[in-house]
């Protein structure tokens, strides 16, 4: 057979893709996928499935011939390849090993089948690092229970709000901007979305008119009612001025109401699903109540914007560092041709858009500072 017109700049492409997004590999796992160019280019063609002996792909990849299907195996449960494993030593080809890499289109949707976005934006992070007191670290990012990201081994999430710009961009190349973009009003925002409350209400300012709390308590105290065990005993202990107001009456009985059902529902599936689509599965031998279930499906749809948001703009060349808070991204751009006010546009739409897939009518507020 001939050989074929090869696609070298898609499969430079894809090859770096992998580098990045998949540090974790094995040596091996890694060598195979790497030598996939070769196995391609002598015959078959880019991301066309290559027909091929355990012995050629040890010989082509320079690896012992018993670490092969560990390796492919490896592959295939990162979703790298799709596999169909032969028999080692054969020269027939219909039982020969049959690899085909998965286009690099695909391994960017993750809306297909696979590993969910927050673990693919987790791992984007890791890979990408993060610029801290001067130097770039690699800490570790992982998905808990409602699918938000933690860091530790260091916790950059802990610094603290006053250090956050100081120790992200200290040392950074003159001509960096460090951009800081976080939703307004989230928690409320899809609360509202859920229970189909009137959106131009502003809750907050409204506990606050009727209570006299300052905003810090009208936040707290409002949050509380969401997520408490009983709603209407919470508010029986709200002020009286509070208690006959009509809006605020109208929204815990929407509240209520749809506390129970979804808690009803939750409690046969074991599972909530989120404004995005994503499940997030109850805890082994955890019997939550109606403010837990509520919480979980709030904060794992807040889970999913980020982590939309988060996905697209880490993929950018020009993204030297991203931190990741619960409603908020902090990035870190390399010296570019794009403005700093370019830069602070483009970080607001990638996220109103990614809260406009869910029909969510969220605001964002930036701030950008040129290093």
Known sequence: MAKVKYDLSKEFEISRYVKNYYPDLSCPAFSVYQSMRFMEAEKFGYCKPVC??????????RL?????KKAIIELQANRLLKVEIGKPGTKSKSKATKLTRIPIEQLKDHTLEGDTIHVQFARALKAKGVFLDGQRCLPE????????IY??????QGIKKSEKTERLSTGATAGSVLISCDYKAAEPTAIKALLKFDS???????????TRWDKSTAKTETNKLAYCRNTFYNFDNWPDEARKNQILKSYVQLLSEYKEKLAADAKTKRFVKTLGGSVIDFPTRIRPHAGQTFNWKIQGTIADLIASAGFELIQDKSVSSMVYLHDELIILFSPCEKTEKQLSDYVQRVMQR???????P???????TSI
Do not use: C, F, H
């Open 52 to 61: 091929i002996g355990y012995r050629d792909i040890a010989k082509i990849a």
């Open 64 to 68: 012992a011939i018993g670490t092969v």
């Open 141 to 148: 990012w992982t998905v808990k229970a409602t699918n938000r």
């Open 151 to 156: 860091t530790s081994k260091p916790n950059i």
């Open 200 to 210: 131009k209400i502003d809750l907050y300012a409204e506990v606050m008119k009727v």
């Open 354 to 360: 990614a809260a406009q897939k869910l029909n969510l």
């Open 362 to 368: 969220l605001s964002t507020s930036v701030k950008a």
